[in-house]
């Protein structure tokens, strides 16, 4: 039983390390590698803060939010304050992106022949999208584990219900065959 435990508990550290690996594989190596414009190094920066930020996120969601939160039934404050970590997320990328100029060094990346004007790459788009299937990843992931909790809680509950029943069963059947059998003993003799 120890080892089985032991074991599920680094399932469950593995498999989040492997999804955080796979997360920065698409956010690191995916792009560069499938395509041969040269990124510029703040780009890498932008994207190390960008996870940084998508991991506190999560953890946040499924170990404050949801517990506290979405599952004593406080629903509008859960969606409050998912919209909020939503809006400062957005923020501080904004300012990542602008702070560091990545709209214009992109530009060139793509353009290196200066061709056209510096605008806006679309960074918005695939970062609300991460942070909203980060943040439903999370919560179900959260949901899920409460279920199985709640579920061999349960399960717990009924086995010691059943042998409790067992036990009051054989109380009542001991004495009865305890009499019996001395009754059977008397009749004999």
């Not at 550290?13 to 955080?20: C, D, P, Y």
């Not at 803060?49 to 979405?70: D, E, K, S």
Request: hydrophobic share 50%; aromatic share 14%; glycine share 8%.
């Amino acid at each position: 039983m120890a080892a089985t435990l032991f074991s599920r508990r680094y399932v469950s550290v593995l498999s989040h390390l492997l999804g955080w690996g796979l997360m920065g594989y698409l956010l690191f190596f995916y792009q560069p590698l499938s395509s041969e414009i040269k990124f510029p190094r703040l780009f890498f920066v932008r994207q190390i803060i960008f996870l940084g930020l998508v991991v506190g996120t999560f953890y946040l969601n499924g170990n404050v939010f949801v517990p506290r939160l979405l599952l004593p039934g406080h629903t509008g404050r859960y969606l409050l304050a998912l919209t909020a970590v939503i809006t400062l997320l957005v923020f501080i990328l904004g300012g990542i992106e602008f702070g560091f100029n990545l709209p214009e060094q992109m530009h060139r990346a793509f353009h290196p022949d200066g061709s056209g004007k510096p605008k806006l790459y679309g960074w918005i788009q695939p970062s609300l999208f991460t942070i909203v299937l980060v943040l439903g990843i999370s919560t179900s992931m959260s949901l899920l584990q409460k279920w199985q909790t709640d579920a061999n809680l349960r399960l717990a509950l009924e086995q010691a219900k059943t042998s409790s029943e067992l036990s009051f069963l054989k109380a009542q059947i001991n004495p009865h065959f305890f009499f019996n059998t001395l009754n059977n003993i008397y009749a004999l003799t």
